[in-house]
């Protein structure tokens, strides 16, 4: 079988010969051309925004303590003025749940905005491409340095290069630890080299990670590892705004003088100058059409931009555009889908807004004594027991009242009046709760347990609980 050689320009790939043919394409490193235009802007400040809460957030104060602090050892996840506990899971899912419709709603308006704009993976990937082009040039500059034999000055570029990508990673890997353990505390401790096990295991592989992810591995992880790239498409439809290449006004495509009329030469607009590959960071070529590796960056768009001004062609041969509008039909960008979408979002998210004001730093569980239904005590009273579970969610250490309710005579035996909790403290307390049979209108009734901090309305919350005994007709 003869050999087989599949050679591209620009950015794509090279198949791999190897005497017979092969099932997969070598790799071949994306060199992309830096590109100017709104959409770059666009980029670099969502960049510089996200790294910037990012890396700065650790470092706010809020009081006494960080403002963003996960901490696991003492089960306390603190974020500004608020304090979750393990109880409050919920609201993580439901935060979880938030992002999921985000992404449903975002991808079905405008494709892949989360992946060209917002994605760590292109966050850290533009920073270190950053740092490489600061450190060793341009594309053609990168490209020729490359193919060039090992001198001092290659590797010192190599080098300065490399050890600044470290750099930047052991500070992500240092940031990301900060989030879980305060960064003053964590600073002090690789000072001193007291470093816990667990600490300099997520330092060192946070940081490997970002190395090997944004400096080495950059588009193989958008086109061969992350699965949003694969299940896309199922939340695409023919009025999502994707990026797309106009091939009825480009084609046939053609080199030609900018004096020259194209309808004359029977060319379309595009020149064919092949500069939206050489720009795109997973060395695509959008006039191949909608891939699955087009990360919706925009780059080409803003390089078709600038190519079709020095021409005299008007913009737009590249653009956001939707499979309809290019077929000639009409675009709904507000369609039922996005709509519904939009309206689920909008309803989650003011009901964990709702729900996170409304909520209640205490926690109260009740549960009956199963190893006896019921008591007959002295006087000729029904005594059911139960075993309560009181978790003080706040921030500091609380006094709590506890009273029971919801049928006329109830008594609460063995109850200390004033009921001290530290905070985050998981307090048991068994009680016995006495009634006049007489009372009682069916065997199974319904109670009310009340639990309040005296002083604090917002410290107060109820429960039920069922209280069994006999009818006496």
Not at 25 to 40: D, I, N, S, T, W
Not at 316 to 338: A, C
Not at 384 to 412: A, D, F, P, W
Request: hydrophobic fraction near 40%; proline fraction near 4%.
């Amino acid at each position: 079988m003869s050999s087989t050689s599949n050679k591209t320009t620009g950015n794509k790939p090279e198949a791999e010969s190897t005497g017979s043919d092969s099932l997969y394409e070598k790799h071949k490193k994306v060199y992309p051309r830096q590109v100017q235009g709104l959409f770059a802007r666009l980029r670099t400040t969502g960049v510089l925004a996200l790294l910037a809460i990012y890396y700065g957030t650790p470092w706010l104060r809020w009081g006494e303590r960080q403002a963003v602090l996960l901490d696991l050892p003492n089960r306390q996840f603190h974020v500004f003025g608020l304090t979750f506990w393990p109880q409050d899971f919920f609201y993580f899912a439901v935060l979880l749940i938030l992002a999921g419709i985000s992404l449903f709603f975002f991808t079905a308006l405008a494709g892949r905005l989360w992946c060209g704009y917002s994605c760590p993976q292109t966050v850290w990937t533009e920073a270190f491409l950053w740092i490489e082009r600061k450190v060793e040039g341009t594309r053609s500059q990168q490209m020729k340095l490359d193919k060039a034999p090992m001198t001092k000055g290659k590797f010192n570029k190599k080098f300065i290069k490399h050890l600044l990508w470290l750099s930047l990673s052991a500070f992500t890997g240092f940031t990301f630890v900060g989030y879980f353990t305060a960064v003053d505390v964590l600073w002090s401790n690789i000072i001193n080299f007291d470093m816990g096990p667990w600490e300099s295991f997520w330092i060192i592989f946070y940081s490997l990670a970002t190395y090997g992810n944004a400096g080495w591995l950059r588009e193989q992880v958008c086109i061969y590892m992350c699965p949003y790239a694969r299940f896309q498409s199922a939340m695409f439809d023919k009025d999502t705004l994707v990026i797309s290449y106009d091939n009825t006004r480009g084609e046939p495509r053609g080199s030609r003088k900018k004096s020259a009329d194209p309808k004359q030469l029977g060319l379309g607009d595009c020149v064919n100058c092949t500069l939206c590959v050489q720009v795109c960071p997973t060395g695509i070529d959008i006039r191949d059409g909608l891939q699955y590796q087009c990360i919706g960056c925009a780059a080409c768009i803003d390089v078709c931009n600038e190519v079709m001004d020095k021409v005299g062609y008007d913009k737009g041969l590249v653009r956001y555009t939707t499979e309809n509008e290019i077929e000639g039909k009409t675009t709904r960008l507000f369609r039922p889908r996005i709509i519904l979408y939009a309206s689920i979002l909008a309803g989650v998210a003011v009901a964990l807004i709702i729900a996170i004001a409304n909520r209640i730093p205490l926690e109260l569980d009740i549960i009956r004594d199963r190893n006896t239904l019921y008591r007959e005590v002295s006087g000729g009273l029904i005594e059911n027991i139960y075993n309560l579970r009181i978790i003080n969610m706040s921030t500091s250490k609380q006094r709590y009242h506890l009273s029971v309710g919801g049928i006329e005579g109830l008594t609460l035996i063995n109850s200390t009046k004033n009921i001290d909790v530290n905070s985050g403290e998981v307090y048991h307390l068994n009680v016995q709760v006495r009634l006049d049979p007489v009372a009682l209108k069916r065997p199974s009734n319904e109670i009310i347990f009340r639990l309040e901090s005296p002083g604090q309305e917002h410290l107060k919350i109820e429960e039920t609980a069922r209280f069994i005994g006999p009818v006496i007709r």
